[in-house]
Every structure is written in structure tokens, then in C-alpha cells.
């Protein structure tokens, strides 16, 4: 079955830390990936995307991911974390038929605390 | 600007009265969709659409409705609410199959 993990439910880096979400997916087809960031009271807001090509992306906001197929990985990376990281990180992965998708499946979400 | 717009943004109601959430985008958008926001679970899809006249079920369509009668305008309706739908909906919009989605700000329901 389709699915998506995030192993981390909760996270708290210090200010000015590196960070990393993890993020694996089940997927049979080549996956369309995605990390999407949740502040408090507001929507989803995309932080980047793989489809293809270049394995490591970057993203706004001074993320960056790597996908890696033979670990049916995708984490997010920031080599240093700002208090306004503070939010929920959600990773998808688009399915529903090969060379596109009509869904995003959805991990359970991380949730990123910043101390000052 | 660019956005996906529902209404309401937060929305208490009864058990069995009728309610619909709007969605409207004004990007000319081919691809909508809607979600629901669970803690723990993520976000899990209810209804999409292709196109006008084109609707999908989802992963949990039991208990909604959905229409898509103009491009732009992808309404959820629930016939009749339960305390089991209670949560956080968002609806998105894609350009196609392979762009990614735009998210609205979410519409937080309660049912009691």
C-alpha cells in the first residue's frame, strides 16, 4: 500500500542548530515528493518538490532535500534553523497513476519546536 | 494574488444540519481537491476533480458531497454533519497531474 513516515512526531533544536527531518515513503512507481510546512492557524505552504532529475533540491526558506530511491527516503535539511521554523512539517508523495497523481498522501506530520 | 479561498475559516454546527464549505481559485487550476486534517493522521483526501463535471471519491468520501460545475469553484457539502467529522479541512488546486498543489487556509468545523 501506499503510505508515507515520518518517524519524528516532535522535534526541539536550538536556535542556529542543524536539522533534519526524516521522511520514507512506499511508493511503486517513481514518486512525485513533496515537504510542506504548517505554521500556527495557517495553511499549507510548499516548502519543495522532486520529480525528477537533480536528487537534492532546494526548497525556500534555506531548506534543501535529498531524495534517495534505494532507501525510499526524502528528508528535509537546514543547516541552520531560525525561531520562525518553528511549525509542522508535512511530506507527501503524489499518486494515483504513473506520470502523475491525483492525491497527496500525507505522513503524520513533525512538529518543530525552536529554543531561543 | 494567486490563492486558493475558502469559507468559512472556522464554522460550529449541530448534528444533521446541511452545511457547505466554499472553495474558489483564481489560478484556472484544472486539478481540485479536498482534505481533511486529523492529528496524527496527517492530511487524507476526500473528494478531487479533473475538470468541470469531473469528480473523484477519494480516501474518505463517506459523509460528503462534492460539485464542480464552474473551473474555479469546487464546494464540499456534508447532508448531514456528524461529531465524527469534526476537523480541520483544506481544499487545494494544480495546474495538472504533474504541478504541485496550492493549499487554502483551512476551514476548522466543529460538529456537537
Known amino acids: 500500500a501506499q503510505s508515507v513516515t515520518q518517524p519524528d512526531i516532535h522535534i526541539t533544536v536550538s536556535e542556529g542548530a542543524s536539522l533534519e527531518l526524516r521522511c520514507n515513503y512506499s511508493y511503486g512507481a517513481t514518486p512525485y515528493l513533496f515537504w510542506y510546512v504548517q505554521s500556527p492557524g495557517q495553511g499549507l505552504q510548499l516548502l519543495l518538490k522532486y520529480f525528477s532529475g537533480d536528487t537534492l533540491v532546494q526548497g525556500i526558506k534555506g531548506f534543501e532535500a535529498e531524495f534517495k530511491r534505494s532507501q525510499s527516503s526524502f528528508n528535509l535539511r537546514k543547516p541552520s534553523v531560525h525561531w520562525s521554523d518553528a511549525a509542522e512539517y508535512f511530506c507527501?508523495?503524489?499518486?494515483?497513476?504513473?506520470?502523475?497523481?491525483?492525491?497527496?498522501?500525507f505522513g503524520a506530520g513533525t512538529r518543530l519546536a525552536v529554543h531561543p | 494574488e494567486a490563492q486558493v479561498t475558502q469559507n468559512p475559516r472556522y464554522l460550529i454546527t449541530v448534528t444533521g444540519k446541511k452545511l457547505t464549505v466554499t472553495c474558489s481559485q483564481n489560478m484556472n487550476h484544472e486539478y481540485m481537491s479536498w482534505y481533511r486534517q486529523d492529528p496524527g493522521l496527517g492530511l487524507r483526501q476526500i473528494y478531487y476533480s479533473m475538470n468541470v463535471e469531473v469528480t473523484d471519491k477519494g480516501d474518505v468520501p463517506e459523509g460528503y458531497k462534492v460539485s464542480r460545475k464552474e473551473k474555479r469553484n469546487f464546494p464540499l457539502i456534508l447532508e448531514s454533519p456528524s461529531p465524527n467529522q469534526t476537523s480541520l479541512y483544506f481544499c487545494?488546486?494544480?495546474?495538472?497531474?504533474?504541478?504541485?498543489?496550492?493549499f487554502g487556509q483551512g476551514t476548522r468545523l466543529t460538529v456537537v
Open positions: 487545494a488546486s494544480s495546474s495538472d497531474s504533474q504541478r504541485e498543489a496550492f
Open positions: 507527501a508523495v503524489g499518486a494515483g497513476f504513473s506520470g502523475g497523481y491525483n492525491k497527496l498522501i
